[in-house]
């Protein structure tokens, strides 16, 4: 049915590409890191609201791996998925890869784990609903 609205499970992973403009670098003509951890931040939060369906918010950034720069021009495509559920949490694993358009040539840029709470109105840590994770991922059902 066209223009129908349907609560569909959550995806699986969260997937978004950015431009790196001269304004998003350092002195280096490079991704200035607090931009990139802001677009991982960005994915993490995106990815764990669809997969809790509430409202979340960040806890903390674990170990973020800085593995090759992203040169203004490139494009990076973050990849963001739920890899762990517990009761108000998760963790999301985000990883960027840079791309030079012209050449297809791509690289591991950044790859990072992120904790995210869901909370309630008043900003207090909340219980997630049920869920079930994809077997791929080998976590067990909370």
Known sequence: MEGAISNQPPPEETRFLEMVFPEQSNHYGT????????????????????RARRAVVMASSEK??????????????????VVRIGRTSMTVI?????????SGQRALAM????????????GRPAEMAAVTISPSTEEPVS
Not at 31 to 50: D, I, Q, W, Y
Not at 64 to 81: I, M, N, S, T
Request: proline content about 2%.
């Open 94 to 102: 985000v990883e960027m890869v840079a791309e030079t358009l012209l």
């Open 111 to 122: 790859r990072g784990s992120f904790e995210m709470v869901t909370v309630d109105a008043t």
């Open 31 to 50: 991704l200035f890191g607090g931009t990139a951890l802001s677009l991982m931040g960005k994915a993490a939060f995106v990815a764990a609201s669809r």
């Open 64 to 81: 973020v791996d800085f593995h090759h720069p992203v040169k203004v021009g490139q494009v990076v495509e973050l990849h963001a998925q």
